[in-house]
């Protein structure tokens, strides 16, 4: 049972805009910074934002991140191919002193 | 470009020890925070731990803090993550990964191949 949850799969067509969910609570989204990481099958993971809404370089604008309250947002715009993988997000949580991830979401392009 | 490259697979009897280390290169080493993240077969992500090599203060996951060891030679720019303890359920790939500043809130950007870590009786 992971500590912040994130729906187990999500799905689009090429060219659509998909929003995968991170949810927690007070002592994790609600006052720390939320980060999500892309994984390729096979692959390591990949940051593809840190403190709610910063990108990387080399990260394409069609990635994009948000937070409100205890929650936070992935959407990918224009989707593509090479965009499914899985996505988990991540949060310090003040009362595990300790980092904290979703469960992950397998994103399918259809 | 800093490259963090991960020693090989380990097969280990349940109730033994493992030492996995992440040896970086093409950066600096003390200054960013290391940690240590491990993913179980088709799980999720979980954070064990990190280091500060520059100060060598560590801080562990409540749920491994009484197994698990993580720290940092300077001089060979090479971290090390020690579980004890070993059950079944510890059999996962384990990451070492490094973040983008000092501590361990600017995400972690750099990541190890992965280490293979098989519990088996």
């Known amino acids: ?12 067509t090429p060219g659509q805009r998909v929003t995968i969910s991170c949810s927690g609570s007070s002592s994790n989204i609600g006052f720390n910074y939320v980060y999500w990481y ?38 990918i715009s224009g989707l593509r191919s090479e965009d ?21 979401t397998k994103l399918t392009v259809l | 470009q800093v490259q963090l490259v991960q020693s090989g697979a380990e097969v280990k009897r349940p109730g033994s020890s493992v030492k996995v280390s992440c040896k970086a290169s093409g950066g600096t080493f003390s200054s960013y925070g290391l ?6 077969p088709g799980q999720g992500l979980e954070w064990m731990g990190g280091i500060i090599p520059m100060y060598g203060t560590t801080t562990y996951a409540q749920k ?3 197994r698990v060891t993580i720290v940092a030679d ?12 070993l059950r079944s359920e510890d059999t996962a790939v384990y990451y070492c990964s490094r973040d983008q500043g000092s501590g361990y809130d600017y995400g972690m950007a750099v990541w190890g191949q992965g280490t293979t870590v098989t519990v088996s009786s």
């Open chain 2, 35 to 40: 940690n240590w993240v491990r993913q179980a």
């Open chain 2, 74 to 85: 300077k001089s060979t720019s090479t971290a090390y993550l020690e579980l004890t303890s």
């Open chain 1, 38 to 75: 892309q994984q390729l099958p096979g692959m390591a993971p990949k940051l593809l934002i840190y403190r709610n809404h910063q990108r990387p370089s080399g990260v394409p604008d069609r990635f994009s991140g948000s937070k409100s309250g205890t929650s936070g947002s992935l959407v």
């Open chain 1, 84 to 104: 499914e993988a899985d996505y988990h997000c991540a949060a310090w949580d003040d009362g595990l002193r300790g980092l904290v991830f979703g469960g992950g």
């Open chain 2, 64 to 66: 491994f803090q009484a």
């Open chain 1, 1 to 12: 049972q992971s500590v912040l949850t994130q729906p187990p799969s999500a799905s689009g």
